[in-house]
């Protein structure tokens, strides 16, 4: 039989099990966007990166479009813009993230143009090498008023200051 002693100790380990699972996940939460893991991987980030992206909407209409992004990276954020064209578009939207790992980058994206409703996420791997980000997107598309979402394709052009 348990005694009380012995009751109080278990509910105590329980009880710090759950306390220090609830202060990691909310480490992990305010650390989401920390600064990038290295100096090197910052400079390589920061700058002019090309290529292009495929969109698909919710009734399965694809669309390819170009991309190009110009990124600068501060000590926590990464910020820049982004421009891209195709099916009659020439479109400039905001970008500001970080990193969630050491080679993830995770950017929000809005329209310039505050009377177009435009936004979502991009996530993005920088490749072992630097000189590629390969991942998707995910938002509400300003011409569709719908989700779109697809596959992200860019290879680097140009280095920028690493400071944003």
């Known amino acids: 039989m348990i005694g009380i002693t012995e009751l109080v ?3 105590g380990g329980i009880g710090v099990g759950v306390a220090a699972e609830a202060t ?3 480490l992990r939460t305010a650390w989401s966007y920390l600064p990038a893991r290295s100096d090197l991987v910052r400079k390589k980030v920061a700058g002019t990166w090309t290529g292009d992206f495929d969109q698909s909407d919710e009734s399965g209409k694809k669309s390819k479009f170009k991309l190009t992004l110009v990124l600068s990276v501060g000590r926590k954020r990464v910020r820049g813009h982004a421009q891209y064209q195709g099916d009659g578009t020439d ?3 905001s970008l500001q993230g970080g990193f969630v790992e050491s080679r993830m980058l995770v950017l929000g994206y809005e329209n310039t143009d505050p009377a177009k409703r435009q ?3 991009l996530i993005l791997r920088l490749s ?3 000189d590629s980000l390969e991942g998707g997107f995910v938002g509400l598309g300003v011409i569709t008023d719908r989700i779109v979402f697809g596959p992200v394709q860019l290879t680097k052009k140009q280095d ?5």
């Open 9 to 11: 100790q278990i509910l």
């Open 24 to 26: 990691y996940s909310g």
């Open 91 to 93: 479109t400039t939207l």
């Open 119 to 121: 936004h979502g996420k």
């Open 128 to 130: 072992n090498n630097a």
């Open 160 to 164: 920028l200051p690493a400071r944003a």
